[in-house]
């Protein structure tokens, strides 16, 4: 039995089109987050479209925080400018087996990064005591730079507000983690 090919992909033309904002830009690589590496670029679009797809909801894209970003257009109209992000090296096609997947790029990671260590750290700000264990032991599986990247953000920004989250995270932590951690706790409570 003959192997079936890749899905092939084929890329709207984009040259005609106006850069996406930054706050577009921002919530499509939101959205993409919660993706990478899983799903391809119809079930971005979907995300940003506000879809009630059954596999989207099955997996909770809808509480993604761009869910329904674009709701007021068309999806042709939403996959065109989620191809204007391929085309300019925000995000790219992988393949997972023969099957075509959205991933970041290094420039869309990059550009990602600070919209990813915001948005921790209002988790770790507005966490309730019944979550708080929870999201310490799911905080010990971040990357370890968007860990640096945060506990140097709190720093800078004299983050006291994170200092119960911080305290719980840092029982939970990698021995490296911890140690920043402790650190950057010493270091707001010094402030």
């Known amino acids: 039995m003959p192997r079936k090919p890749r899905v092939k992909v084929h890329l709207n033309e984009t040259r005609n089109i106006n ?84 991933a970041f790029t290094e420039k869309g990671w990059e550009r990602y990064k600070p919209i990813l260590v915001n948005e921790l750290i209002e988790k770790m700000v507005n966490v309730t005591d019944e979550n708080l264990e929870e999201l310490s032991e799911w905080f010990v599986k971040v990357n370890r730079e968007i860990i640096n990247m945060i506990l140097d953000k709190i720093n800078e920004d004299n983050r006291v507000d994170t200092i119960a989250f911080l305290d719980e995270w840092k029982k939970k932590a990698y021995k490296k983690d911890a140690k920043n951690i402790r650190a950057t706790i010493e270091g707001l409570r010094k402030k």
């Open 19 to 102: 850069k996406p904002s930054e706050e577009d830009i921002s919530n499509i690589l939101r959205a993409a987050d919660e993706i990478i590496d899983t799903a391809g670029r119809n079930m971005l679009v979907k995300i940003l479209k506000g879809s009630k797809d059954k596999k989207l909801l099955e997996h909770g894209l809808d509480n993604c925080p761009s869910y329904g970003y674009y709701n007021n257009l068309k999806m042709a109209d939403i996959e065109v400018i989620v191809d204007w992000m391929i085309w300019n090296k925000y995000l790219r096609i992988v393949y997972s087996g023969k099957l075509p997947m959205i």
